[in-house]
């Protein structure tokens, strides 16, 4: 059991370390690059980054020209302070957009809104229908909301976390289990998440989800006991067998095998030359 006592008012300890501060804004001047398309994204290939270039690649496989794409690295160790992306998310967490294709440019942060943006943009992957659109949506925001206690919560604790309490990972795992365990269910009695029809909903969960249950993220995998969640993984695999997924999370990933790092990506050509393990020789 810890010893700690909350003083009556909390104070920062900067001798703690890392890139966080109790305060918004910009530690420090930084332009941010700009490439020849008129989407402009600035994110790192974490699971809220990689909804975003799977998002773009699926609308480049259904045909839209439009959605061709810059993606440029941001590294979370202080880059994501810079003015430059500050000023386009001033809440300063990767991934970010700017839509440079009108009259002025449009700048989206979160990427729940980023998907959102881009699907009715293009007229895709969200329903037409009502009440199809409302489900899905429904499912698109569980997501987001979920994502604290997966990622802050359970991730933070059982990952990252220089003390390991039991406490506090026993109540994420419990509760990232019980997100699974919505996720299983929804499943159970649909092939998407959105029900027959695959959409943003199904991009939002599966870096997440997909990820918790293939063993990638936070390597929980055996914590969890994901192979009790048998509709999540069958999901997750039929989602891994989509070629834009597959591209999408390769995309400003900076872990893993080389070959499946696509720093930064500005031309389709650039999955088949400019992975780390092509620039490496």
Known sequence: ????????VWTWDKSAGGTN????????????????HPLQLYSLGTPNGQKVTIMLEELLALGHAGAEYDAWLVRINGEQFGSGFVEI?????????????GAEPVRVFESGAILLYLAEKFSALLPKDPVKRTECLSWLFWQMGSAPFIGGGFGHFFHFAPVKIEYAI?????????????LDQRLAGNTWIGGEEYSIADIACFPWFGGLVKGWVYGAAEFLSVHEYRNVLRW?????????????????????????QLHERHDASDFETKTQDKLAT
Request: charged share 30%; proline share 11%; aromatic share 2%.
């Open 21 to 36: 501060r109790p305060i918004a804004g910009a530690t420090h001047e930084k332009e941010l690059p700009v490439g020849r």
């Open 170 to 182: 026993n109540r994420y795992a419990m509760e990232t289990k019980r997100l699974l365990d919505v």
């Open 89 to 101: 998310n001033p809440n300063s967490k990767i991934p970010a957009l700017v839509d440079r294709s």
């Open 236 to 260: 997750a695999d039929a989602m891994l067998a989509r070629p834009a997924v597959k591209r999408g999370r390769m995309v400003n990933r900076t872990s893993g095998a080389l070959s499946e």
């Open 1 to 8: 059991m810890s010893d700690y006592t909350p003083p009556p």
